[in-house]
């Protein structure tokens, strides 16, 4: 069957230009906003990559606080994080970058260093290092290094007319001469006589640039001069370096320019090289949403004991015992385990028995063997360790009403952020009987619930755990950012695990540090999942480092769900450093809950604003994240991490790394839109072509003449 076709003088020629330029154009703008989508989502990988990097140095295990600035200028300098803030300018951007973004290789032309202000007393101090890069002396003609001092008064680090020299004098700087000057402020009146401030420069002359150093030491000099000086000492110059950046210069500044646009066109983009494995993003992550849920707790008490209303113990009292916790509602309950929060005056009693027993005194343990109802019959043919057992048991079942604490106080205390108490001032109040005072940042806890018993298990030549060493306290108030629980049977053998707490000694006098301390994250995996000796009850058993002061603290999931409490460290070496690590199965704790009858209320605005905070800081959207942490700033403004998170996603909306909406609606309807250009386009092109073949067949046959432009169309059947 023959169809009608119709040949026009364009269909002469194979190809139309407009078919080819439309499909041309529409294959380009594809390209583009395909471009633009993986763009945006390098952008979002980035992000969490800094992110991760961000959270990493607040919660890491080991971390260090020497952080290196390295400048492709080729300079470096190291600096003490507890001591100094630092800041840098990047030249060819303008950005400023703080912590460890500093480590990374950029175009530092200026790094300003000051004191940070818990650390230090000085006022007005500081350290400015200037690599003037936009300044090249040619290398047979360098000037004096008098001339290149005056780039400090052009600078406006030196006030010329405030301060005069007073020494001048060559010294070195990462091996290189400088000259180095002492200037002192000029006495204006007699009320500024006596003021000591003192500023040093030192200029020199590296690779043809010249480098200024200006240490302004406030009003705390002369007692600061050295305030600065293993910042000084560190600083180092790689000459290499900085001749192959002059000599590549303008092509580093061409590859800045044209960096966007290749990367859109090419549908790749470098930054996307910095991504983080997902093992490392999900530790970060968990630590970032439930760090500021974990608490450290201190109990310190001082007690008399008495038995049957008669003494029995004078001035029971511990040298401080610190742990972690986590909370589980919103209203201020806190798990955490036994030892790190009980104060049980039968416990106390039994624990001072048995260890007066085994230094040769068993004056104590036989007084209370005779309050039982104990019978030599009872233990008879039992092996050692089954003795023992049957012995504690029955100590353990005498009714706790027979012991009681006199002129007693307990200050079981829970601190919110890093600051730790006045330890010195928490001991003393504590030996007088008296409640430590109460803080915003410090609250006083109250045992709700507990299953311990301070002589348990095989340390104590037990032959099983009679109690789980779990623990619910509580404290006042409302809107506590809260954890999530999960379940043992969502993990096994080789699933990670995450353990967030405070790390460090937990005994005798060495209760805190003395300033402050910060919630750590340590990793590891589950070694097995195995029955507490003589008990139904599970542990973990895993490699996951577990210090003293991780008692009591969250053992996280990959999907952020607490599954254990971080108990035990079995290390032959006795350190506590840790070689075999166990935590209490969750399900424990949620027993003593419910045998306690309490119900948890988890619905906590400030965790749900927190969360949504990170997970915004995460996909680089900084200004929707700086909401949300200004909201938790307001619901629970205790925690100095939210304060950290919100100086970076200011800083990082200010040097334009904020990533807006991505706009799915539009872009979809374009991709639409352009497929179906791109769709008719290649129909066209087919179609055309088809009648090109038509066209020409007809003409070879002899059945139509050329068609001409302008000619009439002709009809033919095929």
Known sequence: MSKQVTLHHHHS???RKRHIGAFIVLVVALALLVGTVIEYRNQIVTSVAGSNSFVRDLFGGNKSYIQTVQSSFGYSLNYDQNSFYASAIDASTGNVFIGKDLAQNRQYSVVHITPTLVNSPVTQSSLTL??????TYNASKLPSLETVQNLSLADGQLASNSFVATDTQQTRVGSYAFLMTKWQLKATSKFTSELQSQVVS??????NHPVTIVINYGLGSPSTSALYDAILSSISFDTSRLVSFVQNQAAASNEIAHKSILDTILLSNSAAAASA???????????ALYGPAVVKIYNVYCMDITIDSKPYLANACNGGISGSGFFVSQDGYIATNGHVATADPKSLVIQDAISTYIKGDSTSLEHLIEMTNLKSSDVNGLSATKQEGVVIDALYQLPDARFAATNSVNNLLVGLTDQEPDVTALIDDTSARKVYPAQDTLKAAKLIASDYN???GPSWGLDGYRASDVAIIKIVGSNYPVTKLGSINDIMQGSNLMVLGY???ATDNGLVEATNSTVTLTTGKVSAIK???GSNKKLIETDTTIGHGNSGGPAFDDAGNVVGIATYTADGSGTGDGIFNYIRDIADFEGLA????LQFDTNSETQQKWQAGIDFFYNGHYSKALADFNGVKVLYPFDSRVQEFINTATLRINNGQDVQDFPVVAVGISIAIIAIGIGASISLIIRHNTHHKIYKRELASGRINAIRKGHPSLKVHV
């Open 454 to 456: 301070a002589v348990d």
């Open 503 to 505: 790390p460090g000694n």
């Open 594 to 597: 419910s045998s306690s009858s």
């Open 13 to 15: 020629k194979p190809y």
């Open 202 to 207: 030192y200029s020199g002359i590296i690779a």
């Open 531 to 533: 029955y507490a000796a």
């Open 130 to 135: 200037t690599y003037h890069h936009e300044i």
């Open 277 to 287: 494995d997902s093992t490392s993003m999900t530790s970060e992550k968990v630590a």
